[in-house]
């Protein structure tokens, strides 16, 4: 027990210093009533500057790297501007922010399919061109719709009627949009030159218009054949002792346009052999459209 206690004597020499050493964390001359009461001292920078200050002594401006104040609008470019024109109008350039109006063609977009947008890299306007419509066509009314683009409306066409019936020829045209003299809307017009050759004729004609082919030349009617008017075979037959006639062309064709033949009226019985034969006749020259 006795080495025990000298073990324990022995730890506290070492442990705690002895009283005026140098190693008292207070000098004995302090005075013990500027220590705060919770022991912990307090250091304060006196060189920073107070809160709500500026670096630049400003406590309004926007303060950048070099201590200057950035004024959007003063006419300087400072800081991050891109431009500063001196004015707050957008889109001379400069915008109201201090950026540019623009630097590509695609901000200068304005939704008018009618304008070419481009960009001024010198000056950063946006130019907002009219496009060109024109095509190569005469005959179109070349405009621009903003909202879809170029538009080329289709003049009328108008037909050369040279014989005046109302009907002109595909082969003379002309666009306008009045109907020009000489000129009509309507075409079909087989024969230019013969007003009673037109696709509302509904007679016939034993003469050719002399237009076209010789299998046309009767085509009054323009439907694009030589119809002809008399196409019946004529015949006589018995009927009650008598005869019967079946008015017709006597043969075995009916004639072509414009050539004659015999037209068979009434039949009459032949003593002789008591058959029907053709009795008044008629020459007929046969007639188309």
Known sequence: ????????????????????????????????????????????????????????????????????????????????????????????????????????????????????????????????????CADSDDCTIDGCDPSTGCTHERLPTWYRDEDGDGFGVSTDTRCAATEPEGYTDVDGDCCDTNEDANPDQTGWFSTSHECGSYYTAYDYDCDGTNERRWTVLGRCSHSGGGCVATPGWAGTYAPYCGYTGTWIVTCVMDSGTGTCVPGETVARVQECH
């Open 1 to 132: 027990m006795r080495s025990n206690s000298l073990l324990h004597i022995v730890l506290a020499t070492l442990v705690l210093p002895a009283c005026g050493s140098s190693m008292d964390f207070m000098d004995d001359d302090a005075s013990t009533a500027d220590a705060p009461a919770d022991g912990v001292i307090d250091v304060v920078d006196e060189t920073a500057p107070d809160a709500g200050t500026d670096v630049t002594g400003d406590p309004t401006g926007d303060a950048v790297s070099d201590g200057t104040t950035v004024e959007c609008g003063n006419g300087s470019v400072e800081g991050d501007e891109e431009c500063d024109d001196g004015n707050d109008v957008s889109g001379d350039g400069c915008e109201a922010d201090c950026t540019w109006t623009c630097t590509r063609n695609w901000e200068c977009a304005d939704e008018d399919f009618c304008t070419s947008d481009v960009c001024d890299i010198g000056s950063h306007t946006c130019a907002h061109e009219t496009i060109d």
